[in-house]
């Protein structure tokens, strides 16, 4: 009789242990899939400021307003025909 229970005692002890196996990988994945989720976010959230950041830089060098900055707070001009001298090698 013992030994018929043995093999019984074994199968209960694989059903259980799978049992475990499964709950844990189970909340491996979720925590994996959270992860990647808030890694994504972030991600997003990156690339809406490099969008940001990318038409900001457009703007502060676009040829209006650096001949704007050029004008108003260094002073220059754009010489005038006679002002300009052509050097030839």
Do not use: C, D
């Not at 009789?1 to 259980?16: D, E, G, R, W």
């Not at 844990?24 to 979720?30: D, G, I, N, T």
């Not at 490099?50 to 650096?66: D, F, N, T, Y």
Request: hydrophobic share 45%; net charge positive.
């Amino acid at each position: 009789m013992s030994q018929i229970n043995v093999p019984k005692i074994a199968l209960v002890f694989a059903l259980i242990t799978s049992s475990f196996a499964l709950v844990y990988s189970s909340h491996v994945s979720r925590e994996r899939f959270n992860e990647l989720e808030g890694l994504k976010r972030v991600e997003s959230e990156l690339l809406m400021r490099w969008g940001r950041l990318v038409l900001e830089e457009s703007a502060l060098s676009s040829l209006a307003r650096v001949e704007y900055l050029a004008t108003q707070r260094i002073g220059m001009k754009v010489p005038h025909v006679s002002e300009v001298q052509v050097v030839t090698p």
